[in-house]
């Protein structure tokens, strides 16, 4: 099976600054790969998918990039409500593993 | 809308089998390119996938449960269900149905259910 791994595992940063997550497939996913927000208690909400289109709603702040094997997602200018854990996911073939997320706190 | 509502019992004992039904309502399961999924959360802990299901009754499993997992669809009444067998309580976790789709377009067509909680204990 493919696995997914993430870094960091967690960050803080200030409000307005840009903030990098990268997600790793241990094998090539081509560019089947999405990315989640979760908030405390909340449901998953995605956020990108195919790697780098932004999901209907989704503030354009939020980018993802990447094919293959290396993915990136990128929130310009951090936002207080943007405290969450981000999820990587690879969707090209069962199972649909997901990265081990990452903690984006504010500092 | 299609929308996803898991249901069940929120506590289970050691060794029992875990038992989860997800309806689903605004769509037909057995219409459309869709797999039907189960994925769990622990508290404090990340998205695990377990398994899929599609409408004709085609499975994936996660090969680290697969030992103890049976996905299953009931098309006649909308729903499709989760068997865990043999839980301990490191099977204690939120559990959400999806639906898993992908347009022709290319677009994600992925639908969540709120969640449910199953604990593990005696």
């Known amino acids: 099976d493919i696995q997914m791994t993430q870094s960091p595992s967690s960050l803080s940063a200030s409000v307005g600054d840009r903030v990098t997550i990268a997600c790793r497939a241990s094998q090539g996913i081509s560019n089947y790969l999405a990315w989640y927000q979760q908030k405390q208690g909340k449901v998953p909400k995605l956020l990108i998918y195919a790697a780098s289109t932004l999901q209907s709603g989704v503030p354009s702040r939020f980018s993802g990039s990447g094919s293959g094997t290396d993915f990136t997602l990128t929130i310009n200018s951090l936002q207080p409500e943007d405290v969450a854990t981000y999820y990587c996911q690879k969707y090209n073939s069962a199972p649909r593993a997901f990265g081990q997320g990452t903690k984006v706190e504010i500092k | 809308q299609v929308q996803l509502q898991e249901s069940g019992p929120g506590l289970v004992k050691p060794s029992q089998t875990l038992s989860l039904t997800c309806t689903v309502s605004?769509?037909?399961?057995?219409?459309?390119?869709?797999?039907w999924s189960w994925i769990r959360q622990p508290a404090g802990k990340g998205l695990e996938w377990i398994g899929r299901?599609?409408?004709?009754?085609?499975?994936n499993y996660n090969s680290s449960l697969k030992s103890r997992v049976t996905i299953s669809v009931d098309t006649s009444k909308n729903q499709f269900s989760l068997k865990l067998s043999s839980v301990t309580a490191a099977d204690t976790a939120v559990y959400y149905c999806?639906?898993?789709?992908?347009?022709?377009?290319?677009?994600?067509?992925?639908?969540w259910g709120q969640g449910t909680t199953v604990t593990v204990s005696s």
């Open positions: 299901i599609y409408s004709t009754g085609t499975t």
């Open positions: 605004g769509g037909s399961i057995s219409r459309g390119s869709y797999y």
């Open positions: 999806m639906r898993e789709g992908i347009s022709s377009g290319g677009d994600l067509e992925d639908v």
